[in-house]
């Protein structure tokens, strides 16, 4: 079997770390069913992050659904700072404290993603970032890790079944091995042309054993307006400096009238090597720097207790509201109990970044779609600055 939790036994609060079961009963048995309000918050980003990209709020609104509680959040997909509350639980401690443990793990592995796969969206611009990574992780998280990385912002997945969850056709090339296998990159690239849809694009891997230059040109000659793009996999062994390689290749193909064929770049890429490449690379398949991206360090700790306001030291106690003005691009953090809805700034009224997920159990936002999602970070990412 594999070594993964089912469904039913995360849905269940199985996966809790044992101390809150301890505390549901230590509850239980004294009486104390006081209503707690409880929010999720970062402290910290990984380093060099100045923001993120809050993810996995469809799996929390699943995780939830059906406790008799109410959650408020931010929209999935929004980009957020250190100390704004982005998730708040409302009802009986011990009708969510088992759930401390899986809601964090969601959040904070999907943000993580997210993130990342937004710092190389917005390193490589409107040069298409494709999902390689599901090969790193587990398969049993395949389609989440994908499914964030595609909100995120890169342009594709090339997980089977990571497709089928966000409802996007697969990415994908040549793999070395079918270039083991019939021996002749010329050959394959001819197969792959004759046997494969033709909506497939045609990308040609060029360096499982010539050099790069020599086996642009060839494919480009023998394939011609066909092929779409050569796939630069240089092994880090033989790298040495990927940028002027690629320029290289550039100036072989352009030389002999093949402009059009693009540059497709793989292999150990990050934010900081897509930026460095941009000028030359037409599109990237970034694997682990995404499927393992670091995670946000989410806290989730009560704030109020009965309606009195009540934290840990280190924690600013009290229910609050997160709000934002449009006009002058801020948002802050106030006490909930805060009259002025508006901004002091420049008088426009303030909308709630804190909106209702679950009532009563009951799941109250309509979902959006992962290409909504998507578009709603990108949107945002053309407004941020981002540093490399
Ligand atoms: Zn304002």
Same mark, same amino acid.
């Given at each position: 079997m594999f070594h993964i939790a089912t469904e039913a036994e995360i849905k269940s609060g199985k996966i809790t770390d044992v101390y809150f079961t301890h505390t549901v009963k230590i509850l239980k048995e004294k009486g104390i069913k006081?209503?707690?309000?409880?929010?999720?918050?970062?402290?910290?980003?990984?380093?060099?992050?100045?923001?993120?990209?809050?993810?996995?709020?469809?799996?929390?609104?699943?995780?939830?659904?059906?406790?008799?509680?109410?959650?408020?959040?931010?929209?999935e997909g929004s980009l957020f700072q250190p100390f704004q509350p982005l998730v708040v639980l409302e009802g009986r401690y011990l009708d969510y404290a088992i759930y401390e443990t899986p809601l964090l793990g969601i959040l904070c592995q999907a943000s993580g993603i997210a993130t990342k796969a937004s710092r190389c969206k917005k390193a490589a611009a409107d040069k298409p970032v494709i999902s390689f990574g599901a090969r790193r992780m587990h398969p049993a998280l395949a389609p989440m890790i994908e499914r964030?990385?595609?909100?995120?912002?890169?342009?594709?997945?090339?997980?089977?079944?990571?497709?089928?969850?966000?409802?996007?056709?697969?990415?994908?090339?040549?793999?070395?091995?079918?270039?083991?296998?019939?021996?002749?990159?010329?050959?394959?690239?001819?197969?792959?042309?004759?046997?494969?849809?033709?909506?497939?694009?045609? +990308?040609?891997? &060029? *360096?499982?054993?010539?050099?790069? @230059?020599? $086996?642009?040109?060839?494919i480009a000659q023998a394939m011609g307006d066909d092929l779409f793009a050569v796939r630069l996999d240089t092994p880090s062994?033989?790298?040495?400096?990927?940028?002027?390689?690629?320029?290289?290749?550039?100036?072989?193909?352009?030389?002999?009238?093949?402009?059009?064929?693009?540059?497709?770049?793989?292999?150990?890429?990050?934010?900081?090597k897509i930026s460095r490449l941009n000028k030359a690379a037409d599109a990237y398949g970034v694997g682990?720097?995404?499927?393992?991206?670091?995670?946000?360090?989410?806290?989730?700790? +009560?704030?109020? &207790? *009965?309606?009195?306001?009540?934290? @840990?030291? $280190?924690?600013?106690?009290?229910?609050?509201?997160?709000?934002?003005?449009d006009n002058c691009q801020k948002t802050v953090v106030l006490p909930s109990h805060t009259a002025s809805d508006s901004c002091p700034t420049c008088a426009a009224p303030y909308r709630s970044l804190l909106t209702p997920?679950?009532?009563?159990?009951?799941?109250?936002?309509?979902?959006?779609?992962?290409?909504?999602?998507?578009?709603y970070v990108l949107n945002q990412l053309a407004e941020t600055d981002c540093i490399f």
């Amino acid at each position: 079997m594999f070594h993964i939790a089912t469904e039913a036994e995360i849905k269940s609060g199985k996966i809790t770390d044992v101390y809150f079961t301890h505390t549901v009963k230590i509850l239980k048995e004294k009486g104390i069913k006081s209503r707690a309000t409880a929010e999720v918050m970062l402290k910290g980003f990984p380093p060099d992050w100045s923001w993120g990209v809050l993810a996995g709020i469809e799996e929390l609104a699943y995780l939830l659904e059906g406790l008799p509680i109410n959650v408020y959040s931010m929209e999935e997909g929004s980009l957020f700072q250190p100390f704004q509350p982005l998730v708040v639980l409302e009802g009986r401690y011990l009708d969510y404290a088992i759930y401390e443990t899986p809601l964090l793990g969601i959040l904070c592995q999907a943000s993580g993603i997210a993130t990342k796969a937004s710092r190389c969206k917005k390193a490589a611009a409107d040069k298409p970032v494709i999902s390689f990574g599901a090969r790193r992780m587990h398969p049993a998280l395949a389609p989440m890790i994908e499914r964030n990385a595609f909100i995120g912002g890169c342009d594709g997945v090339a997980v089977v079944k990571s497709g089928e969850l966000i409802g996007e056709v697969p990415r994908g090339t040549i793999p070395h091995s079918l270039i083991l296998m019939m021996g002749d990159p010329v050959e394959v690239m001819q197969a792959f042309h004759q046997l494969i849809d033709p909506a497939v694009k045609r +990308i040609a891997l &060029i *360096d499982t054993f010539s050099d790069e @230059k020599l $086996g642009a040109i060839k494919i480009a000659q023998a394939m011609g307006d066909d092929l779409f793009a050569v796939r630069l996999d240089t092994p880090s062994s033989r790298r040495g400096d990927m940028l002027q390689i690629l320029e290289e290749v550039r100036w072989e193909l352009d030389y002999r009238g093949f402009n059009r064929i693009k540059l497709f770049v793989s292999g150990g890429l990050d934010e900081c090597k897509i930026s460095r490449l941009n000028k030359a690379a037409d599109a990237y398949g970034v694997g682990t720097s995404i499927s393992n991206a670091p995670v946000v360090n989410f806290s989730f700790d +009560i704030v109020e &207790i *009965d309606g009195q306001p009540l934290a @840990k030291k $280190g924690k600013c106690s009290g229910a609050k509201k997160l709000l934002r003005c449009d006009n002058c691009q801020k948002t802050v953090v106030l006490p909930s109990h805060t009259a002025s809805d508006s901004c002091p700034t420049c008088a426009a009224p303030y909308r709630s970044l804190l909106t209702p997920l679950i009532k009563d159990g009951k799941l109250v936002r309509k979902l959006p779609k992962p290409q909504a999602i998507r578009q709603y970070v990108l949107n945002q990412l053309a407004e941020t600055d981002c540093i490399f």
